[in-house]
Each structure stands twice: as structure tokens, then as C-alpha cells.
């Protein structure tokens, strides 16, 4: 299943930001009480990995309010030989 990041920024006002949190603890969804957080290093964002279908189910994790703001990459791993195959099919001669 693919594997997706979701950013989510929001103010960065003490109380505001507090809010954000506990709004992302108290929606019920496993997924958002383990998101990680950046506050404490001044990046006021939470990120969250999470495996979906595709990135509208990935977004639909997040409480209502944060959806539209949210950033959602999905994420993918090369290995040597993808890496290989495409500068091969890339070649200038």
C-alpha cells in the first residue's frame, strides 16, 4: 500500500499553537495523537507517515479544520537497478 507524509503548519502563537495540538489529540484518530511535532524547535508543523490508497483517504485522517492545509507527498524508495534503468533510458550518446 503506499506510504504518504502529511505536513501540517499552523501559528505559531503559544496559544494557538497549543489549540492545533490538542485539537489533533482530542479527534479520536490513532494516527493524529502519534503525529510528530515540531513546535519546541520553532518549526510549527505536525507530521504524520501513514500508508492510504491514495492522498485524498491519506487527508482524510487529519481533524476536518487542517485538511485543506495539509501537504501530503507520497513517498517512495529506489534501488540501485531503478536507478540504473533510468539513467540508461536517459542517455545522450
Avoid at 489533533?24 to 502519534?34: A, E, R
Avoid at 487542517?66 to 533510468?86: C, G, R
Amino acid at each position: 500500500m503506499p506510504r504518504f507524509f502529511i505536513e501540517v503548519p499552523h501559528d505559531a502563537e503559544v496559544v494557538a499553537c497549543a489549540r492545533v495540538v490538542e485539537s489533533f489529540l482530542n479527534y479520536g484518530s490513532h494516527f493524529t495523537t502519534q503525529a510528530d511535532w515540531g513546535c519546541q524547535d520553532g518549526e510549527h508543523k505536525a507530521w504524520i507517515v501513514i500508508e492510504a490508497e491514495n492522498k485524498e483517504e491519506a487527508r482524510t485522517i487529519l481533524p476536518p479544520a487542517f485538511q485543506s492545509q495539509a501537504k501530503i507527498v507520497q513517498l517512495n524508495k529506489f534501488s540501485m537497478e531503478d536507478i540504473a534503468e533510468i539513467l540508461e533510458s536517459h542517455r545522450h550518446d
